[in-house]
């Protein structure tokens, strides 16, 4: 037997009390607040189940093993985990003290399917002309920005963007824990590692980031910006390498960019504030906004935003593609249109310059 399968029935053992949800197709998380509570996500909707854990130090053991699985340490100098299943799906582990109510533990479940952006199409998340307009910006090599809640999908769509990107370019993924998977072909993935107990062989996102640059990569995607990444990422974007995603966690437009201007002074280089706003200005072109609905559960793309430059220090927005909700069908979920609010991007003349009219249908009032 392989270590790999070794390993793989040993977390099914261990973590046997949820090994049902992990299963089921219908729960996208999985949330252990201490053995003797376990809730998971139905449809956007949470739910609490009746499933715990024999005792705290069963649920320890099942993080033990999945750091373990791994190659990671969890203990009290080092509390909290990110790692992953052998199936790619997500986990995050916070143990005591730290965690005052026993051992926490969340499972985000990796889906195999790879949605593409017609796939969201068909979903309702997405409208027909906001697909074509997206994938012209990508072929444009425009930076994007994919911003949200947790558990809004921001990993999801940003794979799904990805589809747009030719074949024929070369991609360096770059992330905390391998979720995104590109069908491009010569694409590189790279994961950063925890620092064992004596301070050796971790390496950053930021490690990362400085070494894609030296692999010749026609576009680089960045999984999160979480720190002082962001920096290098911004200023990646300024010196050639366009055609940029990444995700951050922010409610709107505006604290998506002022996000990544506060992560980027975060960074151990000294830059003042309007150096680093007037860059993130320069640097973004776009911001794909997510939200979740509380009333269904739904999560859709509510915006699609320019950022164009700033005035007066601050930064300037144009709204070019707005949610207009229309009520609920008959099963009581929102419906919506993600619709073009008349604005052309400042960029409308790209498109006829990259020769790209050709894939212009729906959305040509919008690159005129």
């Not at 607040?33 to 499933?51: I, M």
């Not at 960045?222 to 995700?247: C, F, K, N, P, Y």
């Not at 973004?284 to 859709?300: A, C, K, M, P, W």
């Not at 935003?305 to 949610?323: I, K, M």
Request: charged fraction near 25%; aromatic fraction near 6%; hydrophobic fraction near 40%.
């Amino acid at each position: 037997m392989s270590r790999e399968a070794i390993f793989e029935a040993s977390l099914a053992f261990f973590l046997s009390p949820i090994q049902g949800f992990l299963e089921d197709p219908m729960v996208s998380e999985v949330m252990v607040n201490g053995s003797a509570s376990v809730y998971v996500e139905r449809a956007g909707r949470l739910y609490r189940t009746e499933a715990r854990f024999d005792s705290e130090d069963a649920l320890l053991t099942a993080v033990h093993n999945v750091a373990q699985y791994v190659g990671r340490e969890i203990d009290e100098d080092r509390p909290v985990l990110d790692a992953r299943l052998p199936d790619g799906s997500r986990v995050h582990a916070v143990i005591p003290p730290s965690a005052r109510q026993g051992t926490y533990l969340t499972i985000r479940k990796f889906s195999r399917e790879v949605f593409d952006l017609e796939h969201l199409v068909r979903l309702g998340s997405l409208s027909a002309a906001a697909r074509e307009f997206l994938e012209i910006c990508v072929r444009l090599h425009k930076n994007l920005v994919v911003a949200g809640g947790t558990g809004t999908g921001k990993t999801s769509l940003l794979n799904a963007l990805s589809t747009a990107i030719p074949a024929e370019e070369r991609i360096v993924v770059i992330e905390d824990s391998s979720e995104l998977k590109l069908q491009q072909p010569h694409t590189l993935y790279l994961e950063s590692q925890q620092a064992d107990s004596r301070g050796r062989g971790g390496l950053s996102i930021r490690d990362l980031f400085r070494a894609s640059l030296r692999m010749r990569p026609d576009r680089i995607v960045v999984g999160e910006v979480r720190g002082g990444e962001a920096l290098d990422m911004i200023q990646s974007m300024l010196s050639g390498h366009s055609g940029s995603m990444t995700t951050v966690h922010a409610s709107n437009p505006r604290d998506a960019l002022v996000r990544l201007e506060t992560l980027s002074l975060m960074s151990d280089v000294e830059i003042p504030v309007y150096v680093a706003r007037a860059q993130v200005a320069s640097a973004i072109h776009l911001i794909v906004q997510l939200t979740r609905f509380s009333e269904d559960g739904s999560r859709r793309i509510s915006r699609i935003t320019e950022a164009h430059g700033l005035e007066q220090d601050h930064y300037q927005f144009r709204n070019l593609f707005v949610l207009q909700m229309r009520g609920r069908d008959e099963h009581g979920r929102l419906q919506g249109d993600l619709a073009p609010t008349g604005l052309t991007p400042t960029f409308a003349a790209e498109a006829a310059e990259q020769g790209l009219l050709d894939h212009v249908s729906l959305t040509r009032k919008l690159w005129t």
